[in-house]
Every structure is written in C-alpha cells, then in structure tokens.
C-alpha cells in the first residue's frame, strides 16, 4: 500500500483534503482520526502535523506527502518535490520597523525571530550575513514590539498581519513558497504516478475550462490562434460547410477576455463550460 501524509490542521489541510477527494481517494469522516485506508486505491493516508511531513516522507517511513516548500526546505529532510500543487501559495520575507532595515546585509549582529530557522539560517549563511536567530512557535509578528527580536522573518500571504503590527517587509525575497507534493527519494513505482497523475488532472479541472464555439472556415486560424489549447483545438464540421465548431481548453482566469476576443474575431454561439474530472 501506498503511504501518503496529509495535513491534519493549519492553512493547506482543508484544500489538500478536498484534492484528495476530489481525485477519487477516501477520505478521513471522523475529523480526529489519525489514519484512513482507502483498499481500492491501495493508498492509506496518515493525517499528521504539516511541519512533521517532510520529516516522515524523508525518513522513508512514508512514501509521499502533501506540505509547503517553505516546511519542506525547513526541515532539511532529503524528501524531494515531486510537483507544485498551485495552492497555499505565500513568499518568506523579512521584516522589520519602518525605516530600520534597508538591505540584506543590516541584519548583520542582529536579532532575527522566526519559526523556519533551519530555512532562514540557511538563507542568511548562503548571503553571508551573521544574524542570531531567535527561534519561536508562532506570532513571530509580535517578537519586536516585546522586545526578544529586531526583525522577523516569516510567512507573507495578504500582508494584513505585519500592516496590523506596524512592520514593513525589506530585503530579498527568501522564498516563494505553495504547497507541494514530496517524496521519499527512493520511493517510486505505480502508486506514486497514479497519485500524481490523478493531483495533475484535479489541477487542471480547476484551472481550466472547456469553450465551444462556432466559426466561418474563412476565420478559423484567427480565432484558433486566441484558444490553441493544450495540444490543439478540435475542429469538427458543422452542416453549413462554410462554418466550423471548434472545442478547445481555456484559463479559467482567462475566460471572459478570450470570449471577447473570439466574438470580435467573428466567432459566434460561444459555450463555456467547467472540467468535472481530467487526465491529461
Ligand atoms: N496565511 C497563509 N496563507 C497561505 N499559506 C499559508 C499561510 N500561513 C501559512 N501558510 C502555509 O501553510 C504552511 C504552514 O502550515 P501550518 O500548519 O503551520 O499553517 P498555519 O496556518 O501556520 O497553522 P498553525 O499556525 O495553526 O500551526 C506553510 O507552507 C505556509 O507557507
Ligand atoms: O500575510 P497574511 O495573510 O497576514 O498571513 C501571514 C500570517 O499567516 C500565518 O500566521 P498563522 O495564522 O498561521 O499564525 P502563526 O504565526 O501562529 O503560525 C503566518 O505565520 C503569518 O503570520
Ligand atoms: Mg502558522
């Protein structure tokens, strides 16, 4: 049986768990529970804390796991990424009061807090900065008002907790970071790939769309020019021969502009509509 981790709690566990559902897998009814065999996929899941995964899949006692690359990198486990999951995506960042730190290099001698220590002293060691690093659980936000750090370094989605805590973001980026799916570097075989693929084809029923539409023969390479498609669009006759319909593969995020630009290409009769499950 295949074994893969997955999130109990925090930021990725409810989007992890929905994929996982989303791609066929069962999935945990008691919230609480530590561990769920799906037999007819010969995948059993283990529920366990996002910072642990990389520690468990590296380790080998695991096979694959679901966790972000900022806690993979963290915890200097040989687990390896195997595929970015497009979700739970943040960048790291350093922070500090207003006006106090411009560049890299002024955290030298000083005190820097932050829960990714193993990410952060790495980073800092590679640019050749010598910072003491205070090591905290949380909140880490809070560590320069109460007085046990001068800057932070940690995890930035909306940016809405360092504005509440007065703090401004400096220096280089130190990761941008999404959930990921790891893997132990010895594991491979049928399970994994399956896994893998069916994650990819959830992926892509939620990025894209499909778009049906009607066209002139005479228009056609203008309009399949605007919606190419993964590998290429399907054009099929329609009984008018001087018209076409053509199927093809959008961005979701892209959905309202191609349709402006197929309608004012001369495309008529244009039909969205969503990807219930894919493999590509
Ligand atoms: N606000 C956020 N937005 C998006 N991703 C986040 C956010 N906070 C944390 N993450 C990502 O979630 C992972 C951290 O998981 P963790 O379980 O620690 O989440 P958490 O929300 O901090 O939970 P907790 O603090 O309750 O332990 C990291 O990969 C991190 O990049
Ligand atoms: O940029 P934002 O959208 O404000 O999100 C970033 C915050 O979210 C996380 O905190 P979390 O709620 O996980 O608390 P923690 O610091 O105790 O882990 C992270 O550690 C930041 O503090
Ligand atoms: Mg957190």
């Known amino acids: 049986m ?27 009814r008691d919230p609480r529970a530590l561990n769920v065999r799906d037999e007819r996929n010969g995948v059993e899941f283990f529920y366990l804390r996002p910072r642990d995964i990389a520690t468990y899949v590296g380790s080998g006692a695991l096979d694959v796991g679901i966790t972000g690359r900022d806690l993979l990198l963290d ?15 943040s960048t790291f960042r ?6 106090r730190f411009t560049e890299l290099s002024d955290l030298n001698g000083v005190r820097v807090a932050t829960s990714y220590a193993g990410l952060v002293g790495a980073f800092l060691e590679r640019n050749g900065v010598d910072a003491e690093l205070v090591s905290l659980d949380g909140a880490v936000e809070s560590a320069i008002r109460l007085g046990v750090a001068d800057a932070v370094a940690d995890v ?14 400096f220096g280089p980026v130190i990761l ?16 994994v ?6 994650l990819q084809g959830v992926l892509v029923a939620r990025q894209f769309v499909l778009i049906d539409y009607d066209v002139p023969v ?23 021969p001087e018209w076409v319909a053509v199927r093809s593969m959008v961005r979701r995020k892209d959905t309202n502009h191609v349709m402006d630009e197929l309608y004012a290409v001369g495309a008529r009769a244009i039909l969205v509509s969503t990807i219930h499950a894919a493999r590509i």
């Open 156 to 169: 930035v989605s909306t940016g809405s907790t360092l504005r509440a805590q007065g703090l401004e973001i």
């Open 218 to 240: 005479r228009l056609l390479e203008a309009a399949t020019k605007v919606t190419p498609g993964i590998e290429s669009p399907t054009v099929s006759p329609l009984q008018d």
């Open 2 to 28: 295949l074994k893969v981790a997955v999130p109990n709690k925090g930021s990725l566990s409810d989007t992890a768990s929905e994929m996982l559902s989303e791609a066929g897998y069962v999935g945990r």
């Open 94 to 99: 350093f922070a500090g009061a207003p006006g």
């Open 193 to 198: 790939a399956t896994l893998q693929r069916r």
């Open 75 to 89: 915890s200097q486990s040989p687990a390896v990424e195997i595929a970015s999951l497009d979700f739970g995506g």
């Open 176 to 191: 941008d970071s999404t959930a990921v799916l790891i893997s132990s570097s010895t594991a491979e075989g049928d399970g």
